[in-house]
């Protein structure tokens, strides 16, 4: 387990992060997420086990034959395979012959590890990340079935009853979610584009990501700024739990506005006008997308010229590299398959920062930014996983 990096990285995250986010990436949050990072590798291992694929990988393969080898769904199996045996190789336990595609081969037997020490270690350390864990644990119970076909990741993970583990896990209380919205409000905050304008939400949730950016508005002393924060999710259920927590905000009334918009189709379906919006914003939504280069014209549009479009998102720092939130999200098909982009979106998932600013000129934004800097945090630690990209249209 990767103890050795929170000793080495005192030093160098004062070196690598901009001042302001030091205090968010303290001592404590960085054994959290070394802890949820080795908790999911044991989760994988299992997966890996109760999958079948340990005597295909005794052979050795790609992905896909491994996948076939073990009986695997045609569609959802050599995906998910294929991120599984990326981590384990990741972790040492596995080696990979690199090429297009990659080959996977046991060296060894592979490690019996037991996830709950990890989840206790957790427990004892800071129980308020506990979420993270019990929303990989589900994931994990359902991995087999929906490697074999048997049943949809959306199916498993959005049942009535894990609303609640949802709702628990998309929390500013989760400090390992809420660093992602702490990052998107002070982007927001800093690139705001004009004196005072519109914000719309997509993807909003269960608004921990509008209430962060409020917040932060506030404490700055900015909250005249936004005229209206206009809050919309595409899931009925998630909308109304947003909408129920934003409205109890003082002052809420004439200033947030909540409604359901789907970022696949139109936005003037949702009553967005063209050139009426100073910032989009999205806390780990646009990647959801199913055509982002249909999602990235319709925000370029609905924004006003010298508009922001302003993201936070968990970042790739490499190709082909996992990022450890995929295990939980990877099981939902639409993470899996969005329509793909030669140059910027060669992959379901999450994108590099490269593919980001790609995606953005592309579709005729200026003045990308990424920030912290990826590109050179990721060099000394590439655990480095959250960031906020934005642009300005012209
Ligand atoms: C990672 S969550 C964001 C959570 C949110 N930031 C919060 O604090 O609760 C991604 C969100 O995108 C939403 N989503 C999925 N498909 C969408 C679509 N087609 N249009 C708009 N939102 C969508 C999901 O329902 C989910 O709430």
């Not at 769904?73 to 045996?85: I, K, N």
């Not at 899931?235 to 002052?251: C, T, V």
């Not at 918009?261 to 050139?275: K, Q």
């Amino acid at each position: 387990m990767p103890i050795h990096r929170l000793h080495e990285s005192h030093d160098l995250r004062s070196k690598i992060l901009p001042a302001e986010l030091l205090s968010l990436f303290n001592d404590r949050f960085i054994r959290s997420c070394d802890l949820i990072e080795e908790y999911i590798f044991r989760l994988a291992l299992r997966v890996v086990r109760q999958a079948g694929l340990v005597a295909p990988l005794a052979k050795g393969g790609t992905a896909t034959e491994i996948a076939i080898g073990a009986g695997l769904d045609p569609l959802a199996g050599p995906w998910l395979t294929d991120w599984l045996l990326r981590l384990l190789t990741e972790r040492g336990v596995l080696l990979c012959e690199d090429g297009i595609p990659a080959r996977f081969q046991i060296s060894n037997p592979l490690p019996d590890l037991d996830p709950v020490e990890i989840e206790q270690m957790q427990a004892s350390h800071d129980a308020t990340a506990l979420p993270s864990f019990q929303l990989a644990t589900l994931a994990a119970e359902g991995y087999p079935q929906v490697m074999r076909g048997e049943s949809s990741g959306e199916s498993i993970l959005f049942t009535a009853d894990r609303i609640a583990a949802w709702a628990a896990y998309f929390s500013n209380k989760n400090p390992l979610y809420a660093i992602s919205n702490e990052i998107g409000a002070r982007a927001v905050q800093a690139h705001f584009p004009h004196p005072r304008g519109t914000v719309l939400e997509i993807g909003g949730g269960f608004g921990s990501g509008a209430m962060a950016l409020l917040d932060r508005f506030d404490e700055a002393g900015a909250a005249t700024r936004i005229n209206n924060y206009h809050f919309t999710e595409y899931s009925p259920i998630f909308l109304r739990r947003g909408q129920r927590a934003l409205m109890s905000r003082p002052n809420a009334r004439g200033h947030i506005t909540c409604a359901r918009l789907d970022m696949n189709r139109p936005f003037t379906e949702a009553h967005i006008e063209p050139a009426s919006l100073s910032v989009v914003y999205g806390v780990n939504t646009l990647h959801v997308a199913h055509d982002l280069a249909f999602t990235l014209r319709e925000i370029y549009t609905a924004l006003a010229p010298g508009g922001l479009i302003a993201a936070s998102e968990c970042m790739r720092p490499f190709p082909a590299q996992t990022v450890y939130v995929e295990f939980i999200f990877a099981l939902l098909a639409s993470f899996r398959s969005p329509a793909l982009q030669a140059a910027w979106r060669p992959n379901g998932g999450f994108l590099t920062p490269e593919q980001w600013i790609e995606a953005f000129k592309t579709a005729g934004f200026k003045d990308s930014f990424v920030w912290p800097d990826i590109f050179n945090i990721r060099d000394h630690y590439p655990a480095f996983v959250v960031a906020a990209v934005g642009a300005t249209r012209p």
